[in-house]
T-cell receptor
Framework: DADVTQTPRNRITKTGKRIMLECSQT?????MYWYRQDPGLGLRLIYYSFDVKDINKGEISDGYSVSRQAQAKFSLSLESAIPNQTALYFC??????????????FGPGTRLTVT | DAKTTQPPSMDCAEGRAANLPCNHSTISGNEYVYWYRQIHSQGPQYIIH???NNETNEMASLIITEDRKSSTLILPHATLRDTAVYYCIVRARFGNEKLTFGTGTRLTIIP
């Protein structure tokens, strides 16, 4: 969905490096999410944010941190990357009305490889 | 959230109706059934959701059994572009942001 963009789309980094994944949206939604997907598995929620002052941990937040710089921007950081953080990362957005319907809009994903 | 069970894979001929089943025998009264799909590692796409009545939109129909323990997503005239992994998710409508994606059903549309 072009309304939700993620940068970079692909990244290879080394163990111990700090890396930031960025997400921007033009949908005007107040809620934003970060998920990761491992090969052959479903998506798991890392962090989510209801607005710039409201950040919440998901089911697998250890090793990650986030920053909501503005309503339209939500960044995910790996302070010290490790190989088992190699995965496909998705950003998603929603708003209170859509969230109530379980509707989230996903970005194209970032493929991260930690060597 | 209630757990869901889906077949790992299914095939369907192009132009025919694709019927994807989902079991959710532990669903509670305030939980909805949601369907998403993911086409070849792209971001998941919302399809439809329902509580107890059958639902239809421009993409699909959702049939929920009377006891709500199972449901079927129907793609009425499947095309090759419908080849994807389909996820059935059960979640309370409010007070819970998490969408729990299992492993889904890999649907392959055969030309």
């Amino acid at each position: 969905d072009a309304d939700v963009t993620q940068t970079p789309r692909n990244r290879i980094t080394k163990t111990g490096k700090r890396i930031m994944l960025e997400c921007s949206q033009t949908k005007g939604h107040d809620r934003m999410y970060w998920y990761r997907q491992d090969p052959g598995l479903g998506l798991r929620l890392i962090y989510y944010s209801f607005d710039v002052k409201d950040i919440n941990k998901g089911e697998i937040s250890d090793g990650y941190s986030v920053s909501r710089q503005a309503q339209a921007k939500f960044s995910l950081s790996l302070e010290s990357a490790i190989p088992n953080q190699t995965a496909l990362y998705f950003c998603a957005t929603s708003d209170s009305g859509l969230a109530g319907r379980g509707e989230q809009y996903f970005g194209p994903g970032t493929r991260l490889t930690v060597t | 959230d209630a757990k869901t069970t889906q077949p790992p894979s299914m095939d369907c001929a192009e132009g025919r109706a694709a019927n994807l089943p989902c079991n959710h025998s532990t669903i509670s009264g305030n939980e909805y059934v949601y369907w998403y799909r993911q086409i070849h590692s792209q971001g998941p796409q919302y399809i439809i959701h329902g509580l107890k009545n059958n639902e239809t939109n421009e993409m699909a129909s959702l049939i929920i059994t009377e006891d709500r323990k199972s449901s079927t997503l129907i793609l009425p005239h499947a095309t090759l572009r419908d080849t994807a992994v389909y996820y059935c998710i059960v979640r309370a409508r409010f007070g819970n942001e998490k969408l729990t994606f299992g492993t889904g059903t890999r649907l392959t549309i055969i030309p």
